[in-house]
């Protein structure tokens, strides 16, 4: 089956306006399959440090998946967590997905309640709404840039 994701971007060092893009994924995909994901629909470069976890809030980590200290053992369970196992969450709690812990990227994940079946000519994941456009990763990175070509 085919899950609809509504994500959020909620904060980070340069967060600035909202930008929310709506997935549809695969049950059978992993938390990493869904970090890609996520990092393709804001346009972000997979360079930092991640996780998930889910909670009353963003600030609340009432289950925290993958909780190793040893963070190749935490991306090796991002591999084996299947979004299937993931869902559903427990009544009250959303899931998130924090990117970068300096600059604290955190997004807020929704899951539909409607399942779908999956169209055999679609690739997934794939984003299927846009609002809002991709929030910067690094603007004082670009700005230098900029002013270099100058």
């Known amino acids: 089956m085919i899950y609809t994701l509504t994500v959020d971007s909620i904060s980070g060092m340069y967060w600035d306006h909202d930008c929310i893009r709506v997935i549809e994924i695969d049950e059978g995909a992993s ?3 869904l970090h890609d994901a ?3 629909a804001f346009g972000f470069d997979s360079d930092h440090l991640y996780e998930f976890y889910a909670g009353r809030n963003e600030r609340n980590r009432k289950i ?3 909780d190793s200290e040893d963070w190749e ?3 090796d369970d991002f591999c084996d967590i299947l979004l299937n196992q993931v869902y559903p969450l427990p009544k009250g709690l ?3 997905y924090l990117f970068d812990f300096g600059d604290s ?3 807020k994940i929704k899951k539909s309640r409607k399942l779908k079946e999956p169209e055999p000519t679609v690739a ?3 984003v299927i709404e846009s609002h809002g456009t991709n929030p910067e990763q690094y603007p004082c990175y670009n700005d230098e840039y900029e002013d270099d070509e100058e």
């Open 105 to 107: 990227w955190t997004f």
């Open 31 to 33: 938390l990493f399959d």
């Open 38 to 40: 996520i990092q393709d």
């Open 124 to 126: 997934y994941p794939r």
């Open 64 to 66: 925290v998946f993958g």
């Open 73 to 75: 053992e935490n991306e």
């Open 94 to 96: 959303t899931l998130y």
